[in-house]
């Protein structure tokens, strides 16, 4: 907009005026003061007209009357000069405004200052126009006068108002956005101008940000502030035109947005920056999606499984590494050859029934991979996830053998301890009949078989109870490396001289907790099991030796677990077993051997006896090259015990009470037998309900209880025992069953001091430990 020009009151002391001949109007004379002040005011070629004053106000114009007009006032108007002259300046304004107008003037010329307004001036046809007026107070002699000087700014407020309308479309676009529009001082200390969405953006009042302009730089996000901060610094300093950055803010609240603030350096008439200004784009959105997008990629890009997208032909137009990887490992170079060949058919019922495909297994040699597929939302695109699930597999059989194997313990175990039962009676009663004098050589000879096939019947339940880990066990610390070396002799008779049997003990003691018997067992099966493998000869090395175990050893064995251990190695050079008879070795009664060449148990009790020493087994084998077995046993801390071997104690009688607790009544007449014969008194009691009303009337005689552990009723042979030796302290009990779970659950390792004698027992057996307890009168004991 064009600044006014200033016109300063001139003062003259004489005046005169000449009339123009074109108007009725008199011209200022050209010597006139008056023609002089015009002329020095540069009006000659402006429209203006002089009013001379009716009356002693030289403050209001408009009490005057116009004295003189120009023809630039009469063409700019329309009037002619005859019919302004004379007339009151009233005509300059319009009504409705002229009071007003008329008050600002007196108070501007009162102040002896020149009236400088833009106002709109009616012309003669009714239309106004806007002109710039100027009154100036000047003293042309003794007549103060006003000099009414009009411009016409028709043009420059067109352009105004074209202006003002720009800036309020402008600002309506601004206000509009939602993106901040700024513009700044280059060191950042003072905004300029913000668009009102910065509100909206930062969540915070503009005028806080006029205020104090560093609070844009506090709410960008910590870990983005120097990064930002460098940036619009090094802008500066490098005198660069535009920037672009993508930061983060934190609002009051502290909710986290993304900004991508765009800028440019605006420079002044001579090159150098005068300020900044740019636009900060809310991309929070896109920015959200954008790091979703990226997520996605690197779900499928770093995924350790293989990844697919399938088109819905089936062709891969997507794989990612870990897929080619796997291909590789199988011997392929593309990862799309390793996908199922009916690859086509699943993806075109994928798409048809929108469904995914789930575990959809192709098997590559040993090895197996799963496949899943899945259609794409909205698109005619399917995604496969495949991974390989061979030692899944493995795993899953092993599981499936170790809780098949623990059924079938449990079904043994309960026919081993009925059979148990039945054993008792007939080895009892056939020891009783063979210890009967005088008689028949022939009846002698078959009663001995009667005992020599209750006794193989015997080892058979052993061996069940042994697998079952319902044996009783008898632990002490044992070196593992010395039985072995003292089975040297006995293992070597037993190979034959076709086997080269090679022992490698350990150099030093490898102590474990155990029993003695049930340790040489488990030699004695494996190496009988890898002679039968040998049928024409081999070798068989024979090993053991202390091993620790990390977590990360036992990493996909399903039964080890980290510590250290004792380590006894079996390995042959036989015929090895495929994959089906590995998974059924341990079943009792399974065998590979001819008909009448094997029980099937072998294997099997040392299955059971690993087991109930808290160990486990691992098998390696290879049809046609051999068979490993890896028995792992816990590793003792204590020092290995010397156990000195039994006396032997042949069977006394006596003429104590005892009190025999049986359910089982051939069992009880049997016990009642043995025991009268060895001049023992006897009371009897079918059940411990019965036993403790026998007890009530007989308390002082008993001095000794024999019970069986499992009776009918609520109350078992540990429950009466220790009710009895509650009431009678010093009272030896013995406990008898068919198998020690009945007696300790799950955990069959026996104390020492504890009275258990297992079913079957010769007669001898029950004798030796029924005057053991009376000589030792122990207390109560249970098992």
Not at 106 to 134: M, N
Not at 542 to 561: F, H, Q
């Amino acid at each position: 907009m064009a600044q006014p020009r200033s016109l300063f009151p001139l003062t003259f002391r004489t005046a005169h005026t000449v009339h123009s001949p074109s108007t009725s109007s008199p011209v200022p004379a050209s010597d006139s003061p008056l023609s002089l002040i015009l002329t020095a005011l540069g009006l000659t070629q402006e429209a203006y007209l002089i009013i001379t004053p009716d009356t002693g106000d030289d403050h209001d114009p408009e009490s005057g009357r116009v004295t003189f007009i120009n023809p630039a006032f009469t063409r700019l108007t329309g009037y002619t000069a005859d019919e302004l002259q004379g007339r009151s300046t009233t005509l300059l304004f319009q009504p409705e405004i002229a009071a007003l107008q008329r008050q600002s003037i007196r108070e501007t010329l009162r102040r002896r200052e020149a009236y400088v307004r833009d106002i709109l001036l009616p012309r003669k046809d009714g239309r106004p126009v806007w002109i710039e007026l100027q009154i100036v107070p000047v003293d042309a002699g003794t007549s103060p006068h006003w000099v009414f000087v009009v411009r016409d700014i028709s043009e420059r407020k067109l352009t105004e108002q074209s202006l003002l309308e720009s800036q309020m479309r402008l600002n309506g676009i601004l206000n509009s956005l939602s993106d901040v529009v700024w513009s700044t001082s280059l060191d950042f200390d003072r905004f300029i101008y913000l668009s009102p969405s910065t509100e909206k953006v930062f969540g915070r009042p503009v005028e806080d940000f006029y205020h104090d302009a560093s609070l844009w730089f506090s709410s960008i996000h910590p870990e983005d502030r120097d990064r930002v901060r460098d940036l619009l610094t090094g802008v500066v300093a490098r005198n660069e035109d535009a920037f672009e950055i993508d930061y983060r803010i934190v609002r009051p609240e502290g909710d986290i947005r993304w900004l991508r603030n765009r800028g440019r350096t605006i420079r002044n008439r001579t090159g150098k920056p005068a300020h900044l200004d740019g636009i900060a784009d809310d991309i929070t959105a896109d920015k959200n999606t954008e790091i979703e997008l990226e997520r996605m990629a690197n779900f499928s890009r770093f995924n350790p499984n293989p990844v697919y997208e399938l088109t819905p032909g089936g062709h891969a137009t997507y794989s990612n590494s870990a897929a080619l990887k796997l291909a590789q490992s199988l011997g392929h170079e593309a990862a799309s050859e390793i996908l199922p060949p009916e690859t086509d058919e699943l993806v075109a019922r994928c798409l048809e029934k929108r469904e995914p495909i789930l575990r959809h297994e192709t098997t590559h040699g040993e090895r197996t991979v799963s496949w899943s597929f899945f259609p794409v939302p909205g698109e005619r695109a399917v995604h496969c996830y495949a991974g390989e699930i061979t030692d899944k597999l493995r795993l899953e059989r092993q599981l499936h053998q170790s809780e098949k194997l623990k059924s079938i313990g449990q079904l043994a175990g309960g026919i081993a301890h009925d059979f148990n039962n039945i054993l008792t009676v007939i080895q009892g009663f056939t020891e009783l009949l063979l210890a009967r004098e005088e008689q028949d050589a022939a009846v002698v000879d078959q009663l001995t078989q009667i005992s020599v096939s209750a006794e193989r019947a015997q080892d058979l339940t052993r061996q069940l109870l042994m697998f079952s880990r319902r044996q009783v066990m008898k632990p002490t610390i044992l070196d593992v490396s010395l039985i072995v070396r003292d089975m040297a002799k006995m293992l070597s008779r037993l190979v034959g001289e076709q086997i080269e049997l090679k022992i490698l003990p350990a150099t030093g003691a490898i102590p474990v907790e155990a029993d003695r018997s049930m340790v040489e067992q488990i030699v004695l099966n494996l190496v009988a099991n890898a002679r039968d493998a040998m049928p024409v000869g081999g070798t068989i090395w024979l090993s053991s030796e202390i091993v620790t175990l990390a977590p990360e050893d036992v990493a996909g064995r399903p039964e080890a677990r980290p510590g250290r251990f004792a380590l006894l190695t079996a390995k042959d050079t036989g015929t090895g077993m495929d994959e089906r008879t590995l998974t059924r070795i341990f079943e009792p009664f399974f065998t590979t051997k001819e008909m009448g060449k094997g029980t099937g148990l072998g294997l099997a009790t040392v299955y059971g006896v690993v087991k109930q020493h808290e160990g486990w087994i691992e098998v390696d084998s290879v049809l046609g090259s051999g068979t490993t077995f890896h028995i792992y046993l816990p590793l003792s801390g204590k020092v290995s015990d010397v156990v000195p071997g039994a006396k032997a104690v042949k069977p006394l009688g006596g003429s104590e009470t005892i009190l025999v607790v049986e359910d089982e009544t051939h069992v009880r007449q049997l016990v009642v037998a043995i025991l009268k014969t060895a001049g023992y008194g006897i009371l009897e009691a079918k059940s411990g309900l019965d036993a403790i009303g026998v007890w009530e009337k007989n308390i002082e005689k008993i001095d000794l209880v024999l019970s069986d552990v499992i009776m009918p009723g609520l109350i078992t042979g540990i429950d009466l025992g220790e009710k009895l030796a509650s009431e009678k302290p010093g009272l030896p009990v013995i406990l008898t069953s068919g198998y020690s779970a009945e007696v300790i659950g799950e955990n069959l390792a026996l104390d020492s001091s504890i009275n258990f004698l297992p079913k079957p027992y010769p007669p001898h057996s029950l004798l030796r430990m029924v005057r053991d307890c009376l000589d030792k009168k122990p207390s109560v004991a249970a098992a």
